[in-house]
């Protein structure tokens, strides 16, 4: 959810760099999917709505120009997924952000994970992005500019430009208990900022990430769209 405020304090902490075990020795405990409806007005106008799996998934996405006379309304999809998983020593909150229909405005575009005071970081945090132009032929890139905030984590980074079949963006970090006290539960925060208009990488970075997701500065606050977070919990014992 894009939220705005005043004056950004960004807190780069100094996170040691641990070993963990590779993507696939994590389990998904807990997930939770929103889908999201991008609208624009004459080039111009812009509003995002939260939409129902089925009206997703049955959307078209070569639906563009309206029928109507002097009016251009070009819609975008995309799917939002948080996810607690498990390796049995350390637990990871994960945020995949997957487009349907590719955005029209490719500019640098924010994506985080808040977290709870009671956690914290295990080591760096980890963006890729993968974009297919055919189902076969696909890039990876981890070019991203992360910072980290004492309750989340985020990455800025520039959307490519192309015609795309399928655009993710994935971003995760492990965690681990901030004391010594058993854990009941825990709470992931995931959050993505698209850019309606151009910024630059500078301005992409003006942002912190907590419990309200991200949270952008006011001096770019008017240039991205706003979704709600896709919180996901898991209880237990820990």
């Known amino acids: 959810m894009k939220k705005i405020i005043i004056v950004l304090i960004a807190m780069f902490a100094t996170i040691p ?30 509003y995002t709505e939260e939409i129902s799996k089925e009206e997703y ?8 120009i309206s029928p109507r006379i002097s009016s251009y309304i070009s819609t975008e999809y995309k799917k939002m997924t948080t996810s607690i998983l498990s390796n049995g020593s350390y637990y990871r909150y994960k945020v995949v952000l997957d ?4 955005p ?21 945090p ?6 297919c132009t055919e189902i076969s032929t696909c890039t990876t890139t981890t070019t991203a500019t992360k910072q980290s905030f004492s309750n989340g984590a985020g990455a800025s980074f520039k959307l490519p430009t192309g015609d795309f079949v ?18 009941y539960s825990q709470t992931a925060y995931g959050d993505y900022s698209h850019a309606t208009s151009s910024v630059t990488a500078n301005q992409a970075k003006q942002y912190s990430v907590d419990t309200s997701g991200i949270v952008l500065n006011s ?3 008017n240039y ?13 014992n820990w």
């Open 17 to 46: 760099t641990l070993a963990f075990a590779d993507e696939g020795d994590f389990e998904i405990v807990s997930s939770n999917e929103k889908y999201f409806k991008t609208t624009t007005i004459n080039f111009s106008t812009s």
């Open 57 to 64: 998934e049955f959307s078209n996405i070569n639906e563009g």
């Open 99 to 102: 487009w349907k229909k590719m």
């Open 104 to 124: 029209k405005v490719r500019s640098y575009d924010i994506i985080g994970i808040g977290h709870n005071s009671s956690v914290k970081m295990a080591g760096s």
């Open 126 to 131: 980890t963006f890729n992005l993968k974009y």
């Open 166 to 183: 399928t655009l993710q963006v994935t971003f995760y970090y492990n965690v681990e208990k901030n004391s010594n006290s058993t854990l």
């Open 219 to 221: 001096s770019v606050y």
């Open 224 to 236: 991205y769209d706003s979704i709600s977070t896709a919180s996901v919990s898991w209880s237990g």
